[in-house]
């Protein structure tokens, strides 16, 4: 039988299975909390380490590289087994990853990143959640628009060659003229 460890307990505790908490429990668990915050806004492993070792460190705290890489671990175990399994944890992190990039590219009026996250959390629900009645995203895609003025693309008549083109005008001069008349317009004709 595996002995019970602090990460256990912090676990019971999230989930409400125990009451209190050690002073060094509590402290370890507003460590892996800053963590968890750290893990959600940044991502990559290297970089949380690096910055939490640096926060820790700087705080006057003795706090190794070798402690921040364990502590890693341990926010992964902890908040991982709070959302039933890391999956779901990881999950979680892309979910609010899509949400925040959606966000600024409302804000900037990138419609094209924002048609990409749209697409990505609609496959994310569609893979990960088994929601199968999730739109499909080709339904949601605006149509690329493309503007030109060949006849081809447009699907119109080609226009013939220049030749051809400079020959069909030599006989249209060639043809009788209309005479034009002249009428002039006197005052008092509109009586």
């Given at each position: 039988?595996?002995?019970?460890?602090?990460?256990?307990?912090?676990?019971?505790?999230?989930?409400?299975?125990?009451?209190?908490?050690?002073?060094?429990?509590?402290?370890?668990?507003?460590?892996?909390?800053?963590?968890?915050?750290?893990?959600?806004?940044?991502?990559?492993?290297?970089?949380?380490?690096?910055?939490?070792?640096?926060?820790?460190?700087?705080?006057?705290?003795?706090?190794?590289?070798?402690?921040?890489?364990?502590?890693?671990?341990?926010?992964?175990?902890?908040?991982?087994?709070?959302?039933?399994?890391?999956?779901?944890?990881?999950?979680?992190?892309?979910?609010?990853?899509?949400?925040?990039?959606?966000?600024?590219?409302?804000?900037?009026?990138?419609?094209?990143?924002?048609?990409?996250?749209?697409?990505?959390?609609?496959?994310?629900?569609?893979?990960?959640?088994?929601?199968?009645?999730?739109?499909?995203?080709?339904?949601?895609?605006?149509?690329?628009?493309?503007?030109?003025?060949?006849?081809?693309?447009?699907?119109?008549?080609?226009?013939?060659?220049?030749?051809?083109?400079?020959?069909?005008?030599?006989?249209?001069?060639?043809l009788p003229q209309r005479k034009t008349i002249e009428i002039e317009y006197q005052e008092g004709d509109d009586e």
């Open positions: 039988m595996r002995a019970i460890t602090d990460e256990d307990i912090l676990i019971g505790y999230l989930m409400g299975e125990h009451d209190k908490l050690t002073k060094s429990q509590e402290k370890m668990l507003d460590r892996l909390a800053a963590f968890d915050d750290a893990i959600r806004q940044y991502g990559n492993r290297n970089k949380v380490i690096r910055l939490m070792h640096g926060k820790y460190k700087h705080e006057g705290q003795p706090y190794t590289m070798r402690q921040a890489q364990m502590d890693y671990q341990s926010c992964q175990y902890v908040f991982g087994s709070t959302y039933r399994q890391n999956k779901q944890y990881l999950l979680q992190i892309l979910l609010d990853n899509i949400s925040e990039t959606r966000t600024v590219a409302k804000i900037t009026k990138n419609a094209t990143a924002m048609a990409s996250c749209d697409k990505n959390l609609l496959t994310m629900i569609k893979e990960f959640f088994g929601d199968k009645d999730v739109p499909d995203y080709a339904s949601l895609k605006i149509p690329d628009q493309v503007f030109t003025a060949d006849p081809k693309a447009l699907g119109m008549a080609q226009l013939p060659d220049d030749e051809k083109l400079m020959a069909e005008l030599e006989k249209l001069r060639q």
